[in-house]
């Protein structure tokens, strides 16, 4: 007897026959003797829907009429399910994110959770319902007004709730069988992993994996909350996302967990800037006023004799015009010569807790890639992360080189232990 | 500068560009001076694709939960329409019923309002604002659950919302012209009537006549608010629904305002029931105890030889199937003859404020049957209305007749006086 958060994603829910063997599913969950809170995102395709009705009203659709309308896409899918549960004998309610206490800031489209009160999801569960909850919604702590999550809002939602709730663990059904040590559609030989450390999977999402959101992940670390990522479809193990790997594991565990891709960066490169204090200070408060996000940086040593280097930085592709605007208006005050903009990169990143005991790492990294002709522009590392930029065409092949160097292959042994020499 | 509640059905906001089309009606109201708030129905026909989305889950939904699944309707236009508002440059903001202070009973799918605490409402407005209100829909006053108010719900929601800001007029636009002597449907000659009594509007919504729900002319009553019922597609004036027709209209205000048909009824007949005291009140009170609504009684007199007499009744058809059998079980107990079900009859009736200082109506309306070869089934009267049963097949050319007979016909002239002898 334990208490249980589900959570299904759109495509889980996405037509009755759906929402139907999500509440099978569901009811036995309750059979087994546990409480069950359900959080369901809207169905199929209805949140792309609500905005092309928004977008055929007005191009700049205010934050909160936009979160107003989104937000009857749950409305929608919770009280169907609700529905499909009753009509198989178990008592369900559903609730809005206001009614299930979901607290955030008034950050319109992109609201953050303050704190979770879920005195009528308590209630709801101790009468012996189970609760079915909107995910990727809240209300705004100042003005009361529905706020959303943002995209992969209601994984969060899920999160926070069991944490509130101090459930055992938080389930997240998917379309996927869990978290794969790489995209199997980019790497064939990918495997499911049995599990992945939190700080691994931050590294994962942070890097392009795309199968649970970052903030959703933040919130699980923060209250050592086990999550299982599995799939809605099947009733196979999925991935466990938890504080560590289990004991004895150490000799057994690889040292990579996951290779993650991204392509939807570009780089930026500023050619000539004079090497003097403050001046980088100056450009990149620039572009973080305009609240562009940018990923790595790297900056080269300035040539002696001209007192001038060159800055690169990546960021989305999709913010990459308006921070060139941003640099070129900077231009006549820091004095730099140019700017080059790049949106051909791709991003490959190993992840792995293992890697913080295991020298090497970088060296055969390096090596597969090398071998599989694939050229390094920029290289990021982080204590369990190396990060590097290459071509956008050479990401899958270094994606697949990199994976069977690492011994990861489904066909490989799950047990292989690199050693090598140096990082 | 007053304020004004306008309220816009389904039809009105269909789509993006109905939608748009109001936005600029809203717009041109504020641009006069007045603070305004709208309140708003689903889009065309969003309501019935829902139910359709709830009946693919289950026969029988939780009123509970198909109130949550309906209310994402309003939502969905209420947050459009500011959205379009916005777009025109005036500052819009959309409230759910529960935000809007809409607190009722706790009956799902047919919740009455008990209070209205529009403080958030009066807040948006004192801040320069227009306010979008979902109609349809409010919070139970004790589960703090979501209802919604029934078909027609969103003119209550209205006119409710009016009496509460004590706004100057509630103008509830609709797809008509406004309220009319008799369908136009019906009777071609039909013509668009100027003022309505509430009395007058009460008896004929009462009598099948569909432009406003019952229970928002009672609202409206109750607090004595003008309502203007006009088209939303033309800026022509309406039907203004008020206490008193205008002073100095009693010569030339026609004796009858308007006459409505309905042929939704059923009549049930039970045969050889004993005249014994009691015995009308077990059969009726078994009728009520189903829920079932009845609406004309009529009990001939016994005849002394055998102290049996017949009790005859209107219901809707819909219900004749349960009336039926609850009678049929009771036949043992009361110890009637049999019952007769007939669901292929028609109501007529007048509707009148000038009746009643005007003698001869009756005369005049039975007359205007006799004449058009309609056989009087069935007489009820109150002290402003005289509706007969006829053979359904008898209503449209019973109401043309009644129509000419008292000079409503669009070609007459609209002042009119009858005069006659007895009722």
Redesign the interface.
């Known amino acids: 007897m334990g208490l249980i958060v589900q959570k299904y994603g759109g495509s889980s829910v996405a037509d009755?026959a759906g929402?139907?063997r999500v509440a099978n599913r569901i009811v036995a969950a309750k059979r087994d003797g546990n409480q069950v809170v359900v959080v369901v995102s809207a169905m199929g395709d209805t949140t792309d829907e609500?905005i092309d009705?928004?977008e055929?009203?007005?191009p700049?659709?205010?934050g909160?009429?936009?979160d107003?309308?989104l937000?009857?896409?749950e409305?929608?899918s919770?009280?169907?399910l609700?529905?499909?549960i009753?009509?198989l004998g178990h008592e369900?309610?559903?609730f809005t994110g206001s009614?299930a206490g979901v607290i955030t800031t008034s950050a319109h489209g992109r609201a953050r959770i303050i704190d979770v009160t879920p005195g009528?999801i308590k209630e709801a569960l101790d009468g012996g319902a189970i609760a079915i909850v909107a995910g990727f919604q809240g209300i705004s702590q100042d003005t009361?007004d529905v706020t959303t999550l943002g995209r992969g809002g209601s994984d969060t939602t899920a999160v926070a709730l069991a944490a509130a709730l101090d459930a055992d663990v938080c389930e997240i059904y998917t379309d996927v069988d869990g978290v794969f040590s790489a995209d199997p559609r980019v790497v064939p030989a990918a495997r499911k992993l049995k599990t992945v450390t939190y700080d691994e999977m931050l590294e994962l999402a942070a890097s392009g994996a795309k199968v649970l959101h970052l903030r959703c992940v933040e919130y699980a670390r923060r209250y050592n909350l086990p999550i299982h990522v599995r799939s809605s479809f099947t009733t196979n193990e999925g991935t466990w996302v938890v504080k560590d790997h289990p004991e004895g594991g150490s000799m057994e565990q690889a040292i990579i967990s996951g290779i993650a891709h991204d392509k939807s960066e570009a780089k930026i490169t500023i050619v000539g800037v004079p090497d003097r204090t403050g001046v980088a200070a100056r450009i990149f408060q620039a572009i973080a006023d305009a609240d562009i996000n940018i990923d790595m940086i790297v900056q080269n040593v300035s040539a002696a004799a001209t007192g001038l280097t060159d800055i690169s930085f990546t960021l989305p592709k999709a913010e990459g015009a308006e921070a060139t605007a941003i640099l070129q208006k900077l231009q006549g005050e820091v004095g730099f010569a140019s700017i080059q903009y790049d949106d051909q990169i791709g991003k490959l990143s190993l992840v792995g807790a293992g890697m913080r005991s295991h020298p090497g790492v970088t060296a055969t990294f390096f090596g597969a890639l090398s071998d599989a002709g694939v050229n390094i522009e920029m290289i990021s590392t982080s204590e369990i992360r190396i990060s590097i930029i290459c071509r956008e065409t050479d990401v899958e092949r270094g994606a697949k080189a990199a994976h069977t160097a690492f011994a990861l292959d489904a066909d490989q042994s799950e047990a292989v232990v690199y050693g090598g020499t140096g990082r």
């Open positions: 009755a929402l139907k609500l009705l928004a055929q009203i007005t700049i659709p205010q909160r009429e936009l107003m309308l937000t009857a896409g409305r929608i919770m009280a169907l609700a529905m499909a009753n009509n369900a309610l559903s009614q009528r009361k």
